[in-house]
């Protein structure tokens, strides 16, 4: 896929270390939110998810830490890795929505350096 | 199950020919979306179906743009006619069921309108 390119701000990190990838969203009102991993030219993919009524989530080496009074999503990857470096984004999906409507957030750049 | 399908990966066309972009959906799945993913913009919803049924397509940037769902295992998107504008790379998604669930994507068919 087409990452957004050019205009993405972008972390740089070495490999080994931990990487913290934020994002913050606007509507008060969403109650999901999903971090989304995009490698050049594949689509998006599901890597974690969070309802608003947790504060944090783990996974295999990822943690989602939601802060609902500031409206901030983070995501962070322990020990990363070269197989880590795509394009992030943030989704959130407002309460009560039928649809299933993702909003996408702008997305961050992540460059592991071996 | 392989997952979402598109179909082609690429495009390249000309200034006012009809393009056409199909999807397969994951079998089962209730919900099918299409985004467009570009530089400036990111990933923007054009549209979404609910069991075939158009539910939303206030995200469809033109009358030169529609969809359908003909059945619940294809679906289409074109755009007649194209505009350079239009170049992007467009994805299909598709999830299970309204509420928090996580949509899962196509590769993408990325389209080149010269």
């Known amino acids: 896929g087409e990452n957004v390119g050019l205009h993405l701000p972008t972390l740089s990190v070495q490999e080994g270390d931990n990487s913290i990838i934020n994002c913050a969203y606007s509507?008060?009102?969403?109650?999901?939110f999903i971090w989304y991993k995009q490698e050049s030219g594949k689509g998006p993919q599901f890597i974690i998810d969070?309802?608003?009524?947790?504060d944090k989530r783990q996974g295999q080496r990822v943690t989602v830490l939601l802060n609902k009074t500031v409206k901030h999503l983070s995501l962070q990857i322990a020990a990363t890795q070269p197989g880590d470096s795509a394009v992030y984004f943030c989704?959130?999906?407002?309460?009560?929505?039928?649809?299933?409507?993702?909003?996408f957030g702008g997305g961050t750049r992540l460059m592991v350096k071996p | 199950d392989a997952g979402v399908i598109q179909s082609p990966r690429h495009e390249v066309t000309e200034m006012g020919q009809e393009v056409t972009l199909r999807c397969k959906p994951i079998?089962?799945?209730?919900?099918l979306f299409w985004y467009r993913q570009t530089m400036m913009r990111g990933l923007e919803l054009l549209i979404y179906?609910?069991?075939?049924?158009?539910?939303?397509d206030s995200g469809m940037p033109e009358d030169r743009f529609s969809a359908k769902m003909p059945n619940a295992s294809f679906s289409t998107l074109k755009i007649q006619p194209s505009e350079p504008r239009d170049s992007a790379v467009y994805f299909c998604?598709?999830?299970?069921?309204?509420?928090?669930?996580?949509?899962?994507f196509g590769q993408g068919t990325r389209l080149t309108v010269v």
């Open positions: 998604a598709s999830s299970l069921v309204a509420g928090n669930t996580e949509a899962f």
């Open positions: 509507n008060s009102a969403s109650d999901y």
């Open positions: 969070i309802r608003s009524n947790m």
């Open positions: 989704a959130e999906i407002p309460i009560n929505n039928a649809g299933n409507m993702l909003t």
């Open positions: 079998s089962g799945h209730d919900y």
């Open positions: 179906f609910n069991n075939n049924v158009p539910i939303d």
